[in-house]
């Protein structure tokens, strides 16, 4: 969207640095807000990692006899179905669910 209307984007992801920036205001009222965590997954993240950074050890959990719930929040349109369930059509492309199946 940001591209087809010649704007910057105003939020920004790391995965290196596991930050999220937020750029607020235009010009010299130009305000930027860097948010640190454990991990950060951008769009150019793969299911795998996602599951690998997630789900993976969880599911150690589980079978060592912990109880355990695992769920996608987030804003309509995000993603979170596709990261749960993805892609039936090659393994690469599973969603977190059909890889904890395996």
Excluded at 61 to 78: H, I, K, L, P, R
Aim: charged share 20%; hydrophobic share 30%; no cysteine.
């Amino acid at each position: 969207m940001e591209k087809k209307h010649g704007t910057l984007p105003v939020v920004t992801a790391s995965t290196q640095e596991r930050t999220v920036t937020v750029i607020k205001g235009q010009g010299s009222r130009q305000a930027r807000s860097a948010y640190a965590f454990d991990k950060v997954f951008t769009a150019f993240s793969t299911q795998e990692e996602v599951f690998d950074e997630t789900l993976k050890p969880v599911i150690s959990d589980v079978m060592n006899g912990y109880e355990s719930t695992v769920f996608a929040y987030g804003q309509t349109g995000t993603g979170k179905t596709y990261t749960m369930e993805g892609s039936l059509t090659s393994p690469e492309m599973y969603g977190v669910i059909p890889r904890a199946a395996e």
